[in-house]
Nanobody
Framework: VQLQASGGGLVQAGGSLSLSCAAS????????IGWFRQAPGKEREFVAG???????TYGDSVKGRFTISRDNAKNTVYLQMNSLKSEDTAVYYC????????????????WGQGTQVTVSS
């Protein structure tokens, strides 16, 4: 398993969750990591990304609420999710690609198994 997402769960609206993505890709520091999510009946969408060169990018719907960070020493990327809303309910996936961060799923060939986030209103 190259990518392992964890940390999902059930939380009330307004609450917080922290997701982790542990990656066994090498060298991890040269990989950009994206978080995506997929709700039932919807396409997988970009949530946030951590570029190999330390830049970050966020989807419009999560700006100001979610924060992505990475620890290259631990080969792990984190997604801190605050002020959660019912519309954040989805399976969250992390994905990795060498080089430039991309917001489209078609640029990623390494995916984790997903972790369910459910926000109750």
């Amino acid at each position: 398993v190259q990518l392992q997402a964890s940390g999902g769960g059930l939380v009330q609206a307004g609450g917080s969750l922290s997701l982790s993505c542990a990656a066994s890709v090498h060298p991890f520091s040269r990989y950009s990591i994206g978080w995506f999510r997929q709700a039932p009946g919807k396409e997988r969408e970009f949530v946030a990304g951590s570029s190999w060169n330390s830049g970050t990018t966020y989807g419009d719907s999560v700006k100001g609420r979610f924060t992505i960070s990475r620890d290259n020493a631990k080969n792990t990327v984190y997604l801190q999710m605050n002020s959660l809303k019912s519309e954040d309910t989805a399976v969250y996936y992390c994905a990795a690609r060498q080089g430039t961060l991309q917001t489209s799923t078609r640029y990623y060939n390494k995916w984790g198994q997903g972790t369910q986030v459910t926000v109750s209103s």
